[in-house]
Nanobody
Framework: VQLQASGGGLVQAGSSRRVVCTGS????????MGWFRQAPGKEREFVAT????????YYADSVKGRFTISRDNAANTVYLQMNSLKPEDTAVYYC???????????????WGQGTQVTVSS
């Protein structure tokens, strides 16, 4: 599975942004997908995961209620809709995949390149 993230940019605090991850490979739709982020000087952290069908999702406490993960298997795409953005959400956002939605919170088998999201105050 190959993953390509896009959609980052510079936004103001309180606004919204959607980042997108497009996957390739004929088994893409069977994988759990997720988003992680890494802020300058910090370790990469889990943000959200979604199972292959979209029926199960997990969120980090820091984004719960503000971010929504979704997927479109027909388009090999997973989305992260980010609302009410805060300066502390500034980070490089990475998409990832593995075969278990719960395990994906801690480890991924496949990683995409990151996309920078910067939230100005």
């Amino acid at each position: 599975v190959q993953l390509q993230a896009s959609g980052g940019g510079l936004v103001q605090a309180g606004s919204s942004r959607r980042v997108v991850c497009t996957g390739s490979g004929r088994t893409y739709s069977y994988y759990a997908m997720g988003w992680f982020r890494q802020a300058p000087g910090k370790e990469r952290e889990f943000v959200a995961t979604i199972n292959w069908s979209g029926s199960v999702t997990y969120y980090a406490d820091s984004v719960k209620g503000r971010f929504t993960i979704s997927r479109d298997n027909a388009a090999n795409t997973v989305y992260l809709q980010m609302n009410s953005l805060k300066p502390e959400d500034t980070a490089v956002y990475y998409c990832a995949a593995n075969n278990n939605v719960a395990r994906l919170k801690y480890a991924a088998d496949y990683w995409g390149q990151g996309t920078q999201v910067t939230v100005s105050s």
